[in-house]
């Protein structure tokens, strides 16, 4: 399982359970940057190729047959590379919230030009360095709450973080810092959050926002190429990253890259942190899933 911006393996902490229940090995890593895994200072260490090169590490020392692998968000993106880049190592893919989008005509930042000349878009945020950094690591508890409770299915699928008025200086400005933490998030789980970006801080995973043209030049040799492992999707109803692109909703397909999909489920009253947000029912779509194998 591997997890996206800005979690840990912790996100993982229902599926871990439930997978391993099930008879299976479970393994919840945390994506270079992040908790206990290394954390190196250069933009270009965060590419998808070498995250994709993590995944299939942990699998050969885990299990040289090969592994399921499961994405969220960023994880997602991840999965997806490895399971094109390294077909020999995966066996099938599960992936969440992000599609299995082909591969993009534009560069990122040239779509962003374009896309985004009247907003401020948090991609293009996080591409200055040490600004994203400061405003969020100043107050970390924050930054979890505001993060994770706008883009969830508790608040309006209008108003979050990803797209902000244009002129704002800052992106959590103007987003309301929740009183009543929602059902599915817990002070402890924000403790947790919090304190693990202290104790690692916000460089390494904003250093995989910086990668965005990189890693469509290290996936251009392979922008012919599909998911043809058995594949499941999951996302939510209220997914607010749907409609980050202005007239697209990306749910439309979100799979045109898998060709051999299993299943596409979109749980209602689910937000952007499906497996947080619902972790009874996506894990036992995972369950199933493997079962099906």
């Known amino acids: 399982m591997v997890h996206g911006f800005p979690e840990s393996w912790y996100s993982w902490r229902h599926q871990i359970t439930a997978i391993a229940g099930a008879g299976y090995m479970a393994a919840a890593l945390d994506v270079r940057g992040y908790g206990g895994s290394d954390k190196p200072e250069e933009i270009a260490a ?21 592994a399921v692998i499961v994405g969220h968000d960023w994880g997602a993106v991840q999965v997806y590379a490895a399971a094109i880049r390294h077909p020999e190592k995966i066996r099938a893919v599960v992936g969440i919230s992000v599609p299995a989008s082909k591969h993009p005509q534009l ?14 878009f948090y991609q293009v945020y996080f591409q200055k360095e040490g600004a994203a950094e400061a405003e969020f690591e100043a107050d970390l ?11 969830s299915a508790d608040a309006s699928i209008k108003d979050n973080v990803l797209i902000r008025p244009k002129h704002a200086e800052r992106l959590l400005d ?3 810092d929740p009183v009543d933490l929602p059902n599915w998030l817990s002070q402890a789980d ?6 693990s970006f202290r104790a690692s801080g916000l460089r390494g ?8 043209d990189i890693d469509w030049e290290q996936m251009l040799p392979y922008a012919e190429r599909n998911i043809d492992q ?16 202005p007239g697209i909703d990306r749910f439309d397909d979100p799979v045109p890259r898998m060709t051999d999909i299993r299943g596409i489920h979109m749980l ?8 947080q947000e619902a972790p009874e029912k996506t894990s036992e779509l995972i369950v199933g899933f493997l079962r099906s194998l």
């Open 46 to 66: 965060y590419s998808v190729a070498d995250l994709a090169g993590d995944i299939v590490d942990v699998i050969d020392a885990l299990d040289l047959r090969g």
């Open 230 to 245: 058995p594949s499941l999707f999951i996302g939510g109803i209220q997914e607010p990253t749907r409609y980050m692109i």
């Open 174 to 176: 103007g987003l309301p």
């Open 205 to 212: 995973p904003l250093n995989r926002y910086r990668c965005a």
């Open 141 to 151: 508890p924050r930054f979890v709450r505001i993060f994770f409770t706008s883009l």
């Open 190 to 195: 924000v403790d947790f959050y919090a304190e």
């Open 107 to 120: 560069k990122p930042s040239e779509s962003w030009k374009k896309l985004y000349a009247d907003t401020l």
């Open 268 to 275: 209602d009253g689910v937000g952007h942190w499906v497996q």
